[in-house]
């Protein structure tokens, strides 16, 4: 993946906390012998400085000289998690979602920065204007102290906006999303090849990436009422065949043949898109793509009926599938993982499958619910830390995390990769209910989330820099909880 040059950071607003008054920030230093570094697992320790950037990572015994010192002990080390993919929809939908709630279930998730996409919000991230409402919203909370997390966000690419784009790249969003699709929001329509030529030239120019939900719908699924089961998920699956993902990655390829555009496929869904993305790369391409947790957890064939819940644009498609997706993933053609976590209110969760809402719910447990399925197919926390921190940081053009290194900003979480555990959605803390993951049993946990040196998860009273909560056996409180 290419990075984006360092003089050209995005905009981010910083969910890091800052000191109480007359609290001095000081150094401190996270020990365990399980530090996930770019080369890999080592038993050392970070020394955080007091501006909250990783200082030093060093291997063995620690320096006497060290700050004071917090031993994790077999519990590992990860980077924060960056997720490149989700729908946080403030403003204008906050009753979706919202950022204080999103970056609530981010901690709870071990991510520590999100790059927020430019719809459901209203207006819809496409021109200035909408960006600085978007950047006025997130920036209301910080100042509350209410976000766990920190915010980038992508601008909106649709049609005739090619004009737009340079203003709002210069404002600072990551780069540009768009459909090929029905986005489901009037406001964000979908691009033709007509829109998308001039587009990815101006594009090319400004070294922006282009991210694309690409799928070339060619017919339209027949109306409810004529269908012999619309509750049936081989309906849904049957209105979105794989050859729609296909043939929009084809013509995508040809483009960026033509434009040099960078360009990221998002949620690739379908075996058949590997080999095109594969022998694009082969070629010199620049071209990446990710897949999503639901893709490479779950499977069509044990997708119940008559559940809206996992009904999300492409489909969750049968083993076959999943299974070439991961060895997509496995062998680097994918290039990272993303939640797509695309929340709506249950009342647009219910009826025909067809007509739902269609969208995962999954900030919280994506990361964990990607674990659970790698470490049994031999991956390892490396892996995790790549697909899921380095990866997506790189993508949205953010230096300074995604890894363990001196110099990066200190987002770390405790984490124990061996913990068992069954997801219940009323402990959740999206805004939401109705996780496709509810009932799920799940491997690995969440201990503690330090954004900025800070410690953010789990909730509670104020605490010295580098001091872990206790840590309880008891459920964390849900989303009754939250601060409207």
């Known amino acids: ?91 204008g939908r906050t009753e979706w979602e919202g950022f204080v709630a999103g970056t609530r279930a981010a901690a709870a998730g071990g991510v520590t920065t999100l790059v927020d996409m430019p719809l459901n919000s209203e207006p819809t991230t496409v021109d200035v204007a909408a960006f600085a409402a978007k950047l006025e919203a997130a920036e209301g909370h910080r100042r509350r102290g209410h976000l766990l997390a920190d915010v980038a966000f992508w601008g909106g690419l649709v049609p005739r906006s090619a004009p737009r784009l340079e203003a709002l790249w210069r404002q600072g969003v990551a780069g540009f999303k768009a459909f090929m699709a029905d986005s489901g929001v009037d406001s964000f329509p979908p691009v033709e090849r007509t829109d998308l030529l ?79 993305i594969r022998e694009a790369k082969a070629s010199g391409l620049p071209v990446t793509a990710e897949t999503c947790p639901h893709y490479l957890f779950f499977d069509a064939e044990n997708v119940p009926d008559g559940d809206p819940r996992f009904k999300c644009a492409p489909p969750i498609r049968g083993r076959r599938h999943r299974e070439a997706l991961w060895a997509a993933l496995l062998d680097g053609t994918l290039d990272l993982v993303a939640s797509d976590h695309s929340p709506a209110p249950p009342s647009m969760k219910t009826g025909s499958l067809l007509s739902a809402w269609g969208g995962i719910l999954s900030l919280e447990v994506a990361r964990i619910a990607l674990w659970t399925e790698a470490r049994r197919r031999g991956a ?24 363990i290194v001196p110099g990066a900003a200190a987002d770390l979480v405790v984490f124990d990769p061996d913990a068992p555990w069954r997801v219940r959605d009323a402990a959740l803390h999206h805004r939401q209910p109705g996780s496709a993951y509810d009932g799920s049993e799940l491997v690995g946990r969440v201990e503690a989330t330090y954004l900025g040196g800070r410690s953010v998860w789990p909730p509670g009273e104020a605490r010295r820099p580098g001091e872990m909560a206790e840590l309880s056996a008891g459920e964390p409180a849900g989303r009754e909880t939250l601060e409207s």
Not at 380 to 403: F, H, N, Q, V
């Open 198 to 276: 001039p587009a990815m030239r101006s594009l090319a120019e400004l070294g922006a990436p282009l991210l694309v939900h690409a799928e070339v719908v060619t017919t339209a699924p027949p109306p409810a009422g004529r269908v012999a089961d619309p509750q049936s998920y081989a309906t849904w699956l049957a209105a979105r065949p794989p050859r729609f993902e296909v043939d929009a990655v084809r013509s995508l390829l040809e483009l960026v043949e033509q434009t040099g555009c960078r360009v990221h496929v998002v949620h690739v869904a379908a075996a058949d898109v590997v080999p095109m």
């Open 380 to 403: 390892t926390l490396s892996d995790l830390a790549r697909w899921t921190s380095e990866a997506p940081a790189r993508l949205a053009g953010l230096p300074e995390r995604g890894a």
């Open 1 to 91: 993946m290419t990075a984006v040059a360092p003089s050209r950071i995005p905009r981010v607003v910083a969910g890091r906390p800052c000191a109480s008054r007359g609290e001095a920030r000081r150094r401190w230093t996270l020990r365990s012998r399980r530090v996930v570094t770019p080369r890999g697992e080592v038993d050392g320790a970070v020394v955080v400085s007091s501006e909250g950037r990783i200082e030093s990572v060093t291997e063995g015994t620690i320096s006497t000289e060290a700050p004071e010192t917090v031993d994790v002990g077999e519990l590992a080390v990860l980077p924060g998690g960056v997720d490149s993919h989700v729908h946080l929809n403030e403003p």
